[in-house]
């Protein structure tokens, strides 16, 4: 896990700088520059090109990671792979673009009570699918490369610094509505071009298309795979996206700016699973080809662990600071309608941490396949819980529903693998980590509260997170922890002479 640990450590410092930036705008710029039936028409448009960019890639990048390490060591060094996979992509999304026309009156006729203005965007929405689509192939396949910080630099810096940009410029009237709009396509073109020079100037990209390289008989193979991949590498995106663009049909546009600004307060919970998994991943491929099943169990336990430790440290930070950051929010009073969103989802998201990667382990096994039975039932149930839940509970209710999925997604992953793998993520530490957190949750009910806003946000997140991370290495509960703890005191010590 040294090479997990070390760039687990660059992406999540990557994350952290995204969440930021992503932060300020959605906390701050968006709510004091923009209205919130423009921000629900702003969130709608990027959310539903990021719903469908994973069907229109047909899930070839769960294909990259699963047979670039077969194809790493042939002369071309897998160009031509990528170059086979780049190809299909685009007929996948020609594919993708006859059957959404086909259906576009049925599409649209979801928002035509509450939000008719998603028509108008159509052309955006699809012409951003396709950006999103090869952005995605091409991370998936840095991922393969071990190549995690730049690609992570540009998804979670670069796209939320440049959109805090847009934003800026209309509220001095530089740009208009439509054209802000038009300006966030623009800006993942902007990041896509990047990330191709970034791959091409270190010679990871091929110059011609020689996907001939690759056998008939293992292009069948991998179009099978990617065939019931296609499920399986929406299914996170589905739980995530399709609740939003509900929302807006059920309850309009101002309902999920509202929505969308609590769910994001929320996902700062998983940024180390962002960072962890995608190592893992890689890893647990490798171990794959191996037959190293004893190499899987053990990176399993341990991103399961450490996963949930950093989780839980941010979730009692968001809850302990949930009134402070609506108070700090620019029209706060009308987003805190969602604070208890953001606690559901943050539980939600902590409960599938806990899990680990069981996704990455059925996919990358002979078992594959059954990633599309669990997601048949995930579909099924983000469907129907949404529909039945928001009418009754409002925004509450979409994030009941994001909760009871992920919950019934993550037992039935956990009770497969277990059963046919002999794998599972948990062990004894975890049962000292949720003490931990009752402990330190307990904690912050007895603090006093400090009236200046950001005073008592530095107060209280210190002494939390002092008190959480001191119990967490005097309990010896993980050992990558206290690794982490130790270089970064060696290095501080280094620094200080």
């Known amino acids: 896990m040294g090479i997990a640990i070390r760039q687990s450590i660059f992406t999540s410092i ?187 100037l270190y010679g990871h990209l091929g110059t011609g298309l020689t996907y001939r390289s690759v056998p008939v008989r293992k292009m069948k193979e991998i179009m099978a795979y990617s065939g019931l991949s296609l499920l399986t590498s929406g299914s996170m995106i589905i739980i995530g996206k399709l609740d939003s663009l509900m929302v807006t049909g059920l309850a309009g546009l101002a309902a999920n700016a509202i929505y969308t600004t609590a769910f994001y307060m929320a996902t700062v919970i998983e940024i180390p699973k962002r960072a962890i998994s995608q190592t893992s991943a890689t890893l647990i491929a490798r171990a794959f080809e191996l037959n190293d099943m004893a190499e899987v169990r053990t990176i399993y336990q341990k991103a399961a662990l450490n996963q949930f430790i950093a989780g839980a440290l941010l979730l009692i930070g968001v809850w302990a600071n949930l009134d402070n950051i609506f108070q700090f929010m620019p029209r706060g009073e009308v987003f805190q309608a969602g604070s208890l969103v953001v606690i559901w989802v943050g539980l939600a998201k902590l409960f599938d941490m806990a899990f680990g990667p069981n996704s990455e382990i059925i996919v990358m096994s002979r078992y594959y396949w059954f990633n599309m039975v669990t997601l048949i039932l995930l579909a099924v149930t983000v469907i129907l819980s949404n529909y039945i839940l928001i009418p009754v509970y409002g925004l509450t209710g979409a994030a009941y529903a994001t909760a009871l999925s992920l919950i019934l997604f993550n037992i039935i992953k956990w009770i497969f693998v277990l059963v046919k793998l002999g794998l599972q993520p948990f062990s004894q530490a975890f049962i000292k980590v949720v003490i931990i957190c009752v402990l330190v949750a307990a904690l912050n009910l007895i603090l006093p509260k400090i009236e200046i806003v950001f005073a008592d946000i530095m107060y209280r997140s210190s002494i939390l997170s002092v008190a959480y991370i001191t119990l967490i290495l005097l309990s010896n509960s993980s050992t990558e922890v206290r690794k982490v703890s130790e270089a970064l005191w060696d290095w501080l010590r280094g620094h200080s002479k």
Not at 48 to 65: E, H, K, R
Not at 66 to 82: E, L, N, Q, T
Not at 92 to 104: E, P
Not at 137 to 166: A, D, H, N
Request: with cysteine; aromatic share 16%; charged share 10%.
């Open 14 to 200: 990557v994350s952290y700088a995204g969440i930021a930036i992503g932060y300020v705008n959605l906390l701050y710029l968006y709510p004091r520059f923009l209205d919130p039936e423009q921000i629900g028409l702003l969130r709608t448009v990027l959310d539903a090109a990021l719903l469908l960019a994973p069907f229109a890639q047909v899930g070839l990048a769960q294909s990259i990671l699963r047979y670039y390490p077969h194809f790493a060591g042939k002369p071309d060094k897998g160009k031509g792979f990528i170059n086979f996979i780049l190809l299909l992509s685009v007929c996948g999304y020609g594919a993708f673009l006859l059957i959404f026309l086909t259906f576009r009156e049925d599409f649209l006729s979801f928002f035509q009570d509450n939000a008719p203005v998603i028509e108008q965007y159509v052309s955006l929405i699809l012409s951003l699918v396709f950006i999103v689509m090869v952005i995605t192939l091409l991370e998936y396949y840095s991922r393969s490369l071990m190549k995690f910080v730049v690609p992570g630099f540009l998804r979670e810096v670069g796209l939320r610094l440049m959109q805090g940009i847009l934003v800026s410029l209309y509220f001095l009237n530089m740009v208009t509505f439509h054209q802000l709009l038009a300006g966030s396509v623009l800006i993942y073109l902007i990041s896509l071009v990047a990330l191709i020079v970034y791959l091409a």
